[in-house]
Structure formats: C-alpha cells, structure tokens
C-alpha cells in the first residue's frame, strides 16, 4: 500500500492543523495505522495509532489531550487532528500502516519496526 501524507505547515503556538494520510494501491482496510514524527536530531518517535475500525485510538502520553487520530474507510485516509500546538510539536510527521495486524497491540504499537508501509512524511512547524 502506498501512503501519502499532508497538511503540515507552520503555524504559532496555540494553532491548529489537521494531518491527512491518503492510502492507496491496497485491497482492503483491515490494518492498523499510526502516525510517527521525528524532530531534527532525534529518533522517529511514536504519536498515535488506530485499529482498522476505527476503535481503540492509541496515544504518546505528550500527545493525548490535544490530538485526535481518526480513519474514513471509505476515503481510505487516515487523520491526525492537532490542537494546543506548542514548539515541541515541530517535526516532520509520518503515517505508517501495519498490515499483519488489524487490531492494535500495545506492546508493539509503538515500534516503527511493527509498521510495513510508510507515507513521505509532511513537515509541521510550531513557532513560539
């Protein structure tokens, strides 16, 4: 399955921005999806996952509160609603589908290597 994401930008503390993650080229839904981010200088980081039916969304502890992944089956793309932003939040931001599963784990859910398929990424910039 391919992945392609967008919706970054740079906006100020405090803003707002919806992520879309568009998949195609796959023959069903039945997968997990997640959203990563990597900050420069430091490692892909887990944000949020989501079971293939929408279920059971999965969040990093610094995230929960203010962002919001959810799914459309029928568009096959993947959100991640983000509020509260703050400049910690800048990073370049991943989607990620795990096709062996279509329920989450949590004790692999955080792991890039749980995850086969990976969009570009899009670019999100907090300014404080």
């Known amino acids: 399955v391919q992945l392609q994401a967008s919706g970054g930008g740079l906006v100020q503390a405090g803003d707002s921005l919806r992520l879309s993650c568009a998949a195609s080229?796959?023959?069903?839904?039945?997968?997990?999806m997640g959203w990563f981010r990597q900050a420069p200088g430091k490692d892909r980081e887990f944000v949020a996952a989501?079971?293939?039916?929408?279920?059971?969304?999965y969040y990093t502890d610094s995230v929960k509160g203010r962002f919001t992944i959810s799914r459309d089956n029928a568009k096959n793309t993947v959100f991640l609603q983000m509020n509260s932003l703050t400049a910690e939040d800048t990073a370049v931001y991943y989607c990620a589908a795990d096709r062996s599963r279509a329920n989450l784990h949590i004790t692999v859910v955080q792991s890039t290597g749980a995850y086969d398929s990976w969009g570009q990424g899009t670019l999100v910039t907090v300014s404080s």
């Open positions: 080229g796959g023959t069903n839904s039945m997968y997990i």
């Open positions: 989501i079971n293939w039916d929408g279920g059971t969304p």
